[in-house]
């Protein structure tokens, strides 16, 4: 179980939006594309080095959005509660050690959820190829934004 109370404001705002998307389509499951179209929507509360990695790749909720609609079919869950799936949940593991590694007193912020995404060697890799985003660099570009913060 994860917990909470480590994860920014921002974070759980992600997670939060995640669950809204993936209800939206009807889905059983937060998938790390609903993390990724929701971090991509940051603008709403400020913004933040993640949103600010997308933006500067050219990677807008938009676009994310629409390459969602054509990877996912609209799904059958009408009880207004989606779970955390498989690997979202290892995305989030990934989180917690990547905030852990790069500070002393961690707390999870969503450009660690964005680099538990671009480490995730699952189906999520297909969609990021879709949107031309290039994980190693990407991450290696965040991992310097953190440590010039």
């Given at each position: 179980?994860?917990?909470?109370?480590?994860?920014?404001?921002?974070?759980?705002?992600?997670l939060i939006?995640?669950?809204?998307e993936?209800?939206?389509?009807?889905?059983?499951?937060?998938?790390?594309?609903?993390?990724l179209?929701?971090?991509?929507?940051?603008?709403?509360?400020?913004?933040?080095?993640?949103?600010?990695?997308?933006?500067?790749?050219?990677?807008?909720a938009?676009?994310?959005?629409?390459?969602?609609?054509?990877?996912e079919e609209?799904?059958?869950?009408?009880?207004?509660?989606?779970?955390?799936?498989?690997?979202?949940?290892?995305?989030?593991?990934?989180?917690i050690?990547?905030?852990?590694k790069?500070?002393?007193?961690?707390?999870?912020?969503?450009?660690?959820?964005?680099?538990?995404?671009?480490?995730t060697?699952?189906?999520?890799?297909?969609?990021?190829?879709q949107?031309d985003i290039?994980?190693?660099?990407?991450?290696?570009?965040?991992i310097?934004?953190?440590k010039?913060?």
């Amino acid at each position: 179980m994860l917990e909470m109370d480590r994860f920014t404001s921002a974070a759980k705002w992600v997670l939060i939006r995640a669950h809204k998307e993936a209800l939206k389509s009807y889905q059983e499951f937060i998938q790390p594309h609903h993390l990724l179209l929701s971090i991509a929507e940051l603008s709403e509360i400020g913004g933040g080095i993640a949103y600010d990695m997308l933006i500067q790749t050219g990677i807008s909720a938009h676009r994310i959005r629409d390459a969602i609609s054509v990877a996912e079919e609209k799904g059958e869950n009408l009880d207004g509660i989606a779970q955390v799936s498989p690997e979202t949940e290892k995305v989030l593991k990934n989180a917690i050690e990547k905030a852990i590694k790069l500070r002393k007193q961690y707390s999870i912020s969503p450009e660690h959820i964005l680099l538990g995404i671009l480490d995730t060697k699952e189906k999520t890799q297909e969609f990021l190829c879709q949107l031309d985003i290039n994980p190693k660099e990407m991450s290696e570009n965040i991992i310097k934004m953190i440590k010039e913060d």
